[in-house]
């Protein structure tokens, strides 16, 4: 096969590469329409890496990275998450997403509640947490991402940036053992996407392991330990950024880099 | 016109009005609150995606929707005894409130479940609850703010649907008056009154119908 | 007992839903053209008007149904005297609760052509009534079918209320009939049938008017 999967202990620099949190094999999904829109992806991610998915749009990079917790169906391969395998019986499903955070491109806050509601919600019905050890908590996450002060606003009030910062927050609330961030700065206005990259950018350096689809080219350059790009349901190379900017092998990526560099 | 109105009538029988009121209140809230449990369980089905499922509350729905409810309760009233289930004239009345209530508010509740974008279910699964978690927490609540004007309607006509379940001599508001008006013959007066207090209810419960949107539909405001 | 045969039954339901639909046609003809006149008054731009048609539209959208059945058949003859049957008092009432219902329906629709209309209709000359005419009301008119058909089937069923005031319709013979055979289940089932089977149709065509209708705006 062409796109031979490059083995992830010998990819790029992966530098932490002990304890691996992501394991995915050979993922194949077509969509109800018959798109065949991954076409055996493999991936592992290890403990406090922060991976970077990157292709042109239709390339699977969105439905590989919400098939790591269980919100795309797939038809063949294994996803495991910290040594749990993604299956399709739901308790399984619905205890490997606690472990797994997740930030989607419109937000997806909750409006009917407050802030601070929106990150305790999770705590104190699937962890237990009691009322005040929630808002303690929370408080403190909110404080992270700058919007403590807002706590008792309703999502509505906040703007797409600190909006964005709340779902981290929130995302962040189950103590999850991965970050997974869909396009996280596309829904917003220019001058908004700094502020969610920061945030992004502390919980990197804070060691939590990431796995991010975003064409912020800048963050990737700086953050990220791999860059792997998909293009047409395959992985296409998974490498370090200095190696996927400065030295694009690949004709694709360089079409692809020559079109999101302007 | 020289009728002279006298509605003495009205004034030595208050408290039976206010007995009759008060049946009236609790049949409506009983059968509201039983109906918008059906509402809600009856969305649900409805939005499963299971086609059997959706197919009997369909049905459910279009066939209490597409009869008068005179004839749903004398159904019941009438009917089910033949079947071995007795009921007295107050229950037949909450069973076929409830059962008519809950037939126009699946829909409403279902029309608010499809306007609650699908990113909302995502973040909610994503966070790990479970779907029925999901819908209970997180589709539930905005999706009722997004119908509560329809909901408030379909609340409002079904107490005013209550007055007919005096024709089973449940002993409500309008067969208090049927009672007095045998007894008087102050027919105008009474069913006037009657009529008036009705409408003094339905103002009632528009006016809770605000303040339970201000304390509880707060967020609405911020929506866009 | 044996003369009620099923056929029998069946038939005697279907001579009574005649009355159903002549009262159901008599309240909706009725109602629809008080109804256009309490649309106009309600988005009147004198304040009188306004307000008499919001008392006449809180009363009747406000009322028990049945409480106006009566207030038309017992109250309204012993105001004037004269003895109304129950066709009459069931007819007066029902174009009464139409109207409000209707009334409120087509406010609605007016409203919702926008402002900028009247004003585009004001702006080259035409005086109130031909703003109207000839630009608001032809708008109006396409977003009221779907409600208005909708609010038809509420009338057939709200026709079986004057079974109480003693006008023989669908329900007042299904009624009658089970005070003979007692068979209660069957009769009531037959009569809902029968209205399903008319209203149905109506209701479908009502959601399929309102689908087509948010389509294309």
């Known amino acids: 096969m062409a796109y031979s999967q490059p083995n992830a202990s010998q990819a790029g620099t992966a530098t932490l590469g002990l304890e691996p949190v992501i394991v995915a094999k050979d993922v194949e999904k077509h969509y109800d329409n018959g798109f065949h829109v991954l076409k055996g992806v493999s991936l592992t991610v290890y403990k406090g890496e922060v991976v970077v998915l990157m292709g042109p749009s239709g390339s699977g990079k969105s439905t590989f990275i919400r098939a790591f917790n269980g919100l795309e169906p797939y038809q063949s391969g294994s996803i495991e998450i910290d040594g749990i395998e993604i299956s399709h019986d739901k308790r399984g499903i619905e205890l490997v997403r606690r472990e797994v955070g997740m930030v989607f491109q419109q937000f997806n806050l909750f409006p009917h509640l407050t802030i601070l509601k929106n990150v305790t919600l999770g705590p104190i019905h699937l962890r237990g947490l009691s009322k005040d050890e929630a808002e303690e908590q929370a408080m403190e996450l909110l404080d992270r991402v700058g919007i403590s002060h807002q706590a008792n606003k309703y999502p509505g009030q906040l703007s797409g940036g600190q909006q964005q910062r709340v779902a981290i927050a929130r995302a962040l609330a189950m103590r999850p053992k991965v970050m997974l961030f869909d396009e996280p700065t596309s829904a917003l206005d220019p001058e908004m996407v700094r502020e969610v990259l920061d945030v ?31 293009a047409e349901g395959h992985l296409v190379a998974d490498t370090t950024p200095d190696d996927f900017f400065n030295n694009p092998k690949e004709e694709r990526i360089k079409k692809f880099l020559s079109q999101i560099l302007h | 016109m020289d009728y002279s109105f006298d509605f003495s009538v009205i004034a030595e029988n208050w408290p039976l009005l206010l007995a009759g009121a008060w049946l009236t209140l609790r049949m409506a809230l009983l059968a509201i609150a039983f109906g918008l ?56 009345a909450v069973l076929s409130l409830a059962i008519n209530f809950g037939a126009y ?120 | 007992m044996d003369e009620f045969t099923l056929s029998r039954i069946f038939i005697n339901l279907l001579i009574a839903t005649k009355w159903t639909l002549i009262l159901s046609l008599i309240a909706f003809i009725g109602g629809g053209t008080m109804g256009f006149v309490i649309a106009l008054m309600r988005i009147s731009p004198n304040r009188w008007l306004r307000s008499l048609s919001w008392v006449y539209v809180e009363f009747f959208q406000g009322t028990p149904l049945l409480l106006q059945l009566f207030l038309a058949f017992f109250g309204l003859s012993v105001l004037t005297g004269v003895n109304l049957s129950p066709l009459q008092a069931a007819s007066i009432a029902l174009t009464a609760y139409t109207s409000a219902f209707l009334g409120e329906i087509w406010r609605g629709s007016i409203n919702a052509v926008p402002q900028g209309q009247w004003e585009a ?56 009939i089970n005070n003979v055979t007692l068979q209660s289940m069957l009769i009531f089932g037959l009569a809902g049938l029968i209205y399903f089977v008319i209203c149905f149709p109506l209701s479908n065509w009502s959601q399929r008017l309102e689908k087509r209708l948010s389509y294309t705006s």
């Open chain 1, 200 to 230: 992004m950018r502390n919980l990197a350096e804070s060691g939590m392991t990431m796995v991010c689809v975003t064409h912020e080219v800048g963050f990737a350059r700086e953050v990220a330990d791999r860059i792997i790009f998909l």
């Open chain 2, 37 to 92: 449990i059906i509402g809600i369980v009856g969305s649900l089905l409805r939005t499963s995606g299971n086609r059997i499922l959706n197919g009997i509350v369909l049905a459910y729905v279009e066939v209490i929707r597409n009869t008068p409810y005179l004839i749903q309760l004398f159904f019941i009233f009438f009917g089910l005894p033949g079947l071995g289930l007795k009921l007295t004239a107050e229950q037949a």
């Open chain 2, 105 to 224: 508010s699946t829909e409403i509740v279902r029309a608010g479940v499809e306007s609650i974008d699908k990113g909302q279910v995502e973040a909610g699964l994503a966070i790990g609850f479970s779907k029925l978690a999901v819908f209970r927490r997180i589709v539930v609540p905005p999706a009722l703010a997004n119908v509560y004007p329809a909901l408030v309607g379909q609340v409002i006509l079904a107490v005013l649907f209550t007055s007919v379940v005096s024709q089973i001599a449940a002993q409500d508001l309008t067969y208090t008056g049927d009672f007095l008006n045998s007894r008087t013959f102050r027919s105008f007066e009474i069913y006037f009154t009657i009529a008036l207090i009705y409408l003094a209810i339905v103002w009632i419960i528009k006016g809770l119908a605000y303040l339970i949107e201000l304390h509880f539909f707060e967020f609405a405001k911020y929506r866009r």
């Open chain 3, 121 to 176: 209709g004001s702006a080259i000359g035409f005086g109130y009534f031909k703003q109207l005419q000839l630009i608001i009301l032809p708008q109006a008119l396409k977003l009221a079918i779907a409600p208005t058909v909708g609010f038809l089937v509420q009338v057939i069923k709200g026709t079986s209320l004057a079974s109480i005031i003693g006008f023989t319709e669908l329900s007042r013979a299904a009624a009658l």
